[in-house]
């Protein structure tokens, strides 16, 4: 079942007065939308997990829903948060993974890393890359990089975020 943005709207609307037949059906359409959604951007065996916790908050928010607004809008938004959690949640496994086995890496591999690191930096705008330089290869707080830089906070997170982002589709390019 493909969603129908003013259907599922009326859907979500009798959902918030307590029909909960229409709250199944919101659920449903929420769920074929969601594993499309998230197809391709984690791997497939995590895909389920994903769609649960994203209809979980679906389920916790239809009070935030307006029903005269478009729904899939109100669904994406919900669905890219969870996406990013799960991301923050598997870069964090990486990260205390990769720490357990640093002793063990070569340092010519580290200095190679370190060298092609340096070139995909090279090759997004410097306030990105500068960001991305202090907090996330040097370990400076996000307020640390802001007085650094002398940008505003929200301006380093943002370079952070549009910095990873471009990163992520020249690697995906090669």
């Not at 729904?71 to 959690?85: E, G, M, N, T």
Request: charged share 30%; with cysteine; hydrophobic share 40%.
């Amino acid at each position: 079942m493909r969603i129908d943005d003013s259907s599922i709207a009326r859907l979500m609307a009798l959902s918030q007065a307590g029909d909960s037949a229409a709250h199944e059906a919101v659920l449903r359409a929420c769920r074929n939308w969601l594993t499309r959604y998230f197809s391709g951007k984690i791997p497939s065996d995590q895909i389920e997990d994903l769609v649960q916790e994203t209809l979980i908050s679906v389920h916790r928010k239809r009070a935030t829903y307006d029903h005269t607004r478009p729904f899939i809008p109100w669904l994406a938004a919900i669905a890219r948060y969870r996406w990013i959690d799960r991301l923050r949640t598997v870069y964090r496994q990486e990260n205390n993974t990769a720490e357990m086995v640093t002793d063990s890496i070569d340092p010519e591999e580290e200095i190679s890393a370190s060298i092609s690191i340096e070139r995909m930096l090279q090759m997004i705008p410097s306030k990105q890359s500068e960001a991305i330089r202090l907090v996330k290869l040097r370990g400076h707080s996000i307020a640390e990089a802001a007085q650094i830089t002398t940008q505003s906070e929200s301006a380093v997170k943002m370079n952070i975020f549009r910095g990873i982002r471009r990163l992520s589709a020249l690697v995906e390019e090669e």
